[in-house]
């Protein structure tokens, strides 16, 4: 079975501060791990993702993730917050491509960026 | 990019009546698409596999003759909600997966409000 957890519900920052949004998998086999954004009344938009090459992945809007195995995170970062990140971010696993592709959510972080 | 677009974004519908959602990929073939539903403020909860041809498959506890899940094209798959209640109104999200190349791609989702 796969699970993700992501630690803090809400977090909040400031515009050009450091944004750390984490995420902690379980996955009895090498996991595919992403992160998608989710505006307000719409659908998910794939931030990154990894598929077992580079372990520091770069994503869209200066975001960025490193797989750390032995510590089965997966966190999210950006250097400097911008107001327009402002959203619901969701860490995900699946157990690869294969033909399902099937996605385990965690429960979401809430981000706020404060002006 | 690849747009999978989700009709009707918003429906308000009466008690008993049945309401169909449709998912489509607009510019790439899906022989794979899910069916997901969103709780206020929750993470997705993953609901179905729609394979094109085939039946669907249901994910435990979810009643699959209160949710039908049609996917007669590889461009289309529809969710009725059946004899609808208002414990049914919430957020249903779609993705499809491009045949060729695994990538998956979410629909901007619809929100079912039943009175």
């Known amino acids: 079975a796969q699970s993700v957890t992501q630690l803090g519900s809400h977090v909040s920052v400031s515009e050009g501060a450091l944004v750390l949004l984490r995420c902690n998998y379980s996955?009895?086999?090498?996991?595919?791990l992403f992160w998608y954004v989710q505006y307000p009344n719409q659908g998910l938009q794939l931030l990154l993702k990894?598929?077992?090459?580079?372990?520091l992945v770069k994503g869209i809007n200066g975001f960025e993730a490193e797989f750390k195995k032995s510590e089965t995170s997966f966190h999210l970062t950006k250097p400097s917050a911008h107001m327009s990140d402002a959203a619901e971010y969701f860490c995900?696993?699946?157990?690869?491509?294969?033909?399902?592709?099937?996605?385990?959510f965690g429960k979401g972080t809430l981000l706020t960026v404060n002006p | 990019g690849a747009v999978v677009s989700q009709h009707p974004s918003w429906v308000i519908c009466k008690s008993g009546t049945s309401v169909k959602i449709e998912c489509r990929s607009l510019?790439?073939?899906?022989?794979?698409m899910f069916w997901y539903r969103q709780f206020p403020k929750q993470s997705l909860m993953l609901m179905a596999t729609?394979?094109?041809?085939?039946?669907?498959?249901?994910e435990q506890g979810v009643e699959k003759d209160k949710f039908l899940i049609n996917h007669a094209s590889l461009t289309l798959s529809t969710l009725t909600v059946t004899s609808a209640h208002p414990e049914d109104s919430s957020f249903y999200i779609c993705?499809?997966?491009?045949?060729?190349?695994?990538?998956?791609?979410f629909g901007e989702g619809s929100r079912l409000t039943v009175l």
């Open positions: 510019d790439f073939q899906a022989t794979t």
């Open positions: 995900a696993v699946s157990r690869g491509g294969g033909s399902n592709y099937k996605l385990t």
């Open positions: 990894y598929t077992s090459a580079a372990t």
């Open positions: 993705s499809a997966r491009e045949t060729n190349t695994g990538e998956l791609f």
């Open positions: 996955s009895s086999v090498p996991p595919y």
């Open positions: 729609s394979n094109e041809g085939s039946k669907a498959t249901y």
